[in-house]
């Protein structure tokens, strides 16, 4: 299908694609590839979205422990339903569309479906609720509005991203953070409750899906696409990603929910604040998962995995390289971190210092998972990982919740966390493709070195003990395994430095 001459990605030129799939036969030219659609990426992510999330973060105090669990509780029960709803076509597109940019216009097709018919009965359902005077309810099924548009728009955005398009993201992504930016000032600034929060953020949602869909007007779908043997045809070839989706939202949300039922709306507040603060930072590295599906997918399907390999081995090896300090630092200084919030969010402090862990286990589910797997057609077999970890995440929330509160239930990630992530190793050994991080051990002795240094170091600002003990990991890093902190160095090179 033909592509408008102002979306095509100037960098994939035809002087340095020579496959069918779309990529150049060295590897160097890959990582420059995926480097660059990294870039576009995380400009959404990191440029853009930084602002929103400090915004964030003045809204969690301006709402307090109890409205903050309220909002989380609508935002999660929302992304579940918008889950059910979405049958996996968000993750299908990712993949199919890097490979058959064909199928497009099917998938919005049924894609557009779902959203719509959906979101006309949940503003019913509103309306009923706000006029009896239901305001929980009604703050659920704005919620559910609010994740059902998000997640459509996410579609889109993963389109974009498999076609390779990653710069067409962009404005979007501008056009989204500044109506959060918009929508959080106001309600703080005119001191609105978490039903107007959520009115504001819906109609946002509204806008922005609007933009996406007219970037996509290449791939808008006719008629014939909206026949129901279309659609079964769709949710027939989705279904492994389906259930994938249903098991990792299921995941990513049941802390929240299960522990809501076991613990009142302060203490859901004071894990939420714990969990958004861990989330900074993963959040940022999922710019380069995404960038990463499309290229991983495109050389498998191309029957290169020595080369998936060796990319794989080299991104392993840099984002331990960067994401270990950022835990350690959220733990060591979390009740610092957790002052920024206000004296009310004291008591996350502890809870932050078990889910700070997320912030390096997220890292690396999301690379091996969400990127990797995905990318070898090992879907059912992360899903099947992500149920059991759903599974004991939620027993042990009951379970430790009731005995420890936030804290017990933080600790339930953790241990479900560290599980999923030991059952994909697992996997990627019986596919015939393990999991190589020859810098894996150096990384850990650099990090006992660098928690030693921030327990040792005399009490001073927190900021510069946090830079000077990141300065420690760096110096054993580079007296342990020289070799490889060149070999890391040459790889952020070739893919973020192009001159």
């Known amino acids: 299908m033909a592509k408008c001459d102002e979306t095509i990605e100037?960098?994939?030129?035809?002087?340095?694609?020579?496959?069918?799939?779309?990529?150049?036969?060295?590897?160097?030219?890959?990582?420059?590839?995926?480097?660059?659609?990294?870039?576009?990426?995380?400009?959404?992510?990191?440029?853009?979205?930084?602002?929103?999330?400090?915004?964030?973060?003045?809204?969690?105090?301006?709402?307090?422990?109890?409205?903050?669990?309220?909002?989380?509780?609508?935002?999660?029960?929302?992304?579940?339903?918008?889950?059910?709803?979405?049958?996996?076509?968000?993750?299908?597109?990712?993949?199919?569309?890097?490979?058959?940019?064909?199928?497009?216009?099917?998938?919005?097709?049924?894609?557009?479906?779902?959203?719509?018919?959906?979101?006309?009965?949940?503003?019913?359902?509103?309306?009923?609720?706000?006029s009896t005077g239901h305001w929980y309810a009604a703050c659920l099924c704005l919620g559910f509005v609010f994740t059902n548009l998000e997640g459509t728009s996410s579609l889109c955005t993963g389109?974009?991203?498999?076609?390779?398009?990653?710069?067409?993201?962009?404005?979007?992504?501008i056009l989204s953070t500044l109506g959060v930016l918009a929508v959080i000032v106001a309600v703080v600034h005119f001191k609105l409750s978490v039903l107007a929060l959520l009115?504001?953020?819906?109609?946002?949602?509204?806008?922005?899906?609007?933009?996406?869909?007219?970037?996509?007007?290449?791939?808008?779908?006719?008629?014939?696409?909206?026949?129901?043997?279309?659609?079964?045809?769709?949710?027939?070839?989705?279904?492994?990603?389906?259930?994938?989706?249903?098991?990792?939202?299921?995941?990513?949300?049941?802390?929240?929910?299960?522990?809501?039922?076991?613990?009142?709306?302060?203490?859901?507040?004071?894990?939420?604040?714990?969990?958004t603060i861990a989330y900074v930072f993963p959040s940022f590295t999922y710019a380069a998962s995404d960038a990463l599906l499309p290229v991983m997918t495109r050389l498998y399907e191309a029957g290169r995995v020595p080369d998936l390999l060796e990319l794989r081995r080299r991104l392993m090896n840099l984002l331990l390289f960067l994401c270990v300090p950022v835990g350690i630092v959220l733990a060591v200084f979390a009740p610092q971190i957790c002052a920024i919030l206000g004296s009310r969010f004291a008591a996350s402090a502890a809870i932050l210092r078990i889910t700070a862990s997320r912030s390096v286990l997220s890292v690396l589910d999301n690379f091996l998972g969400q990127a990797g797997l995905t990318a070898v057609s090992r879907v059912a077999e992360r899903r099947n990982s992500q149920a059991i970890g759903l599974a004991v995440c939620?027993?042990?929330?009951?379970?430790?919740?009731?005995?420890?509160?936030?804290?017990?239930?933080a600790l339930a990630t953790l241990i479900a966390d560290a599980l999923i992530l030991l059952r994909y190793l697992k996997i990627y050994a019986q596919a015939g493709l393990p999991v190589e991080s020859p810098a894996g051990w150096t990384t850990l002795l650099a990090a006992a070195a660098m928690l030693a240094a921030c327990l040792l170091m005399p009490a001073f600002w927190w900021p510069l003990r946090a830079a000077l003990s990141t300065m420690c990991f760096v110096a054993v890093l580079a007296l342990l395994a020289p070799r490889r902190v060149r070999e890391t160095a040459s790889t952020f090179r070739q893919c973020f430095m192009w001159a």
């Open 159 to 173: 389109i974009l991203s498999a076609d390779l398009r990653s710069r067409s993201v962009l404005p979007g992504s």
């Open 394 to 409: 939620a027993v042990l929330t009951v379970i430790f919740g009731i005995y420890w509160g936030a804290v017990g239930a």
């Open 199 to 275: 009115t504001g953020l819906a109609l946002k949602s509204v806008v922005v899906l609007v933009f996406r869909l007219h970037q996509l007007r290449n791939y808008w779908p006719a008629i014939a696409y909206f026949r129901p043997s279309q659609f079964h045809r769709l949710v027939r070839k989705s279904w492994a990603y389906f259930s994938y989706s249903l098991t990792q939202m299921g995941y990513e949300k049941v802390t929240i929910v299960i522990f809501g039922l076991v613990a009142s709306h302060e203490q859901v507040g004071l894990l939420s604040a714990a969990l």
């Open 10 to 130: 100037s960098e994939i030129t035809s002087e340095t694609v020579d496959s069918p799939l779309g990529l150049p036969a060295h590897g160097h030219e890959v990582m420059r590839i995926f480097g660059k659609n990294t870039i576009w990426l995380l400009l959404d992510r990191a440029g853009l979205k930084v602002g929103a999330m400090l915004a964030g973060l003045v809204l969690i105090g301006y709402l307090g422990p109890a409205n903050v669990g309220i909002y989380t509780t609508a935002i999660a029960v929302g992304a579940l339903l918008n889950t059910i709803l979405d049958l996996g076509l968000t993750r299908y597109a990712a993949r199919t569309v890097a490979a058959a940019p064909q199928e497009a216009p099917a998938i919005l097709a049924l894609s557009l479906t779902t959203t719509v018919l959906p979101s006309i009965v949940e503003l019913a359902a509103l309306a009923v609720a706000y």
